[in-house]
């Protein structure tokens, strides 16, 4: 069974940092793209970024490019985010989702989640 | 790319006929997926490639559309199924991505 589990979020002040986990199992991690998207208090989803299965390629949403980074590391079957500078608009559930591959250079979605971790930047 | 979902909420009974639409602000061939979000749970991923059901997903479920009009369809609802629903675009995956910004169903 896939399962993906998130976990290091918290409460952190604006300007501070914090780091999420997200342990992966029931499938082989290092054969796929994984990504972070998170969701706001009440409001839609919003992709924050993508990794490809050897970590060479990496891209960002525009609103955390600069201060969030992700990497993983397919030995421990495992993704991370470390996030700087975070702000209170950065107050969200985070989640990792895994990507399913279509063809050619084209994915159909995401399609396995984990439960989600939930990170507020407040004073 | 910009999508934009219709109606943002709806409300409707069991056994109805419910459609959600979402227009992309450009051209994104069939890269289209669609997701259910229940309160305080993941989403789940219904259908891709516009009109493609992921397995394990009802029937009643249904995908249609391409280029810049896409529209989900539900046959009958069921108890089940009032959540909020959003479209993906996975054409600029993975530079980038975006969603619509959902449409809450809710019971009549």
């Given at each position: 069974e896939v399962q993906l589990v998130e976990s290091g979020g918290g409460l952190v002040k604006p300007g501070g940092s914090l780091r999420l986990s997200c342990a992966a199992s029931g499938f082989t991690f290092s054969s796929y793209s994984m990504n972070w998207v998170r969701q706001a208090p009440g409001k839609g989803l919003e992709w924050v970024s993508s990794i490809s299965s050897s970590s060479s390629y990496i891209y960002y949403a525009d609103s955390v490019k600069g201060r969030f980074t992700i990497s993983r590391d397919n030995a421990k079957n495992s993704l991370y985010l470390q996030m700087n500078s975070l702000r209170a608009e950065d107050t969200a559930v985070y989640y990792c989702a895994r990507a399913r591959y279509g063809s050619g250079s084209y994915y159909n979605g995401f399609d396995y989640w984990g439960q989600g971790t939930l990170v507020t930047v407040s004073s | 790319i910009q999508l934009t979902q219709s109606p943002s909420s709806l409300s409707a009974s069991v056994g109805d006929r419910v459609t959600i639409t979402c227009r992309a602000s450009q051209g994104i061939s069939s890269y289209l997926a669609w997701y259910q979000q229940k309160p305080g749970k993941a989403p789940k991923l219904l259908i891709y490639a516009a009109s493609t059901l992921q397995s394990g997903v009802p029937s009643r479920f249904s995908g249609s559309g391409?280029?810049?009009?896409?529209?989900?369809?539900?046959?009958?609802?069921?108890?089940?199924?009032?959540?909020?629903?959003?479209?993906?675009?996975?054409?600029?995956?993975?530079?980038?991505?975006?969603?619509?910004?959902?449409?809450?169903?809710?019971?009549?």
């Amino acid at each position: 069974e896939v399962q993906l589990v998130e976990s290091g979020g918290g409460l952190v002040k604006p300007g501070g940092s914090l780091r999420l986990s997200c342990a992966a199992s029931g499938f082989t991690f290092s054969s796929y793209s994984m990504n972070w998207v998170r969701q706001a208090p009440g409001k839609g989803l919003e992709w924050v970024s993508s990794i490809s299965s050897s970590s060479s390629y990496i891209y960002y949403a525009d609103s955390v490019k600069g201060r969030f980074t992700i990497s993983r590391d397919n030995a421990k079957n495992s993704l991370y985010l470390q996030m700087n500078s975070l702000r209170a608009e950065d107050t969200a559930v985070y989640y990792c989702a895994r990507a399913r591959y279509g063809s050619g250079s084209y994915y159909n979605g995401f399609d396995y989640w984990g439960q989600g971790t939930l990170v507020t930047v407040s004073s | 790319i910009q999508l934009t979902q219709s109606p943002s909420s709806l409300s409707a009974s069991v056994g109805d006929r419910v459609t959600i639409t979402c227009r992309a602000s450009q051209g994104i061939s069939s890269y289209l997926a669609w997701y259910q979000q229940k309160p305080g749970k993941a989403p789940k991923l219904l259908i891709y490639a516009a009109s493609t059901l992921q397995s394990g997903v009802p029937s009643r479920f249904s995908g249609s559309g391409s280029g810049t009009d896409f529209t989900l369809t539900i046959s009958s609802l069921q108890p089940e199924d009032f959540a909020t629903y959003y479209c993906q675009q996975l054409n600029s995956y993975p530079l980038e991505n975006t969603f619509g910004q959902g449409t809450k169903l809710e019971i009549k």
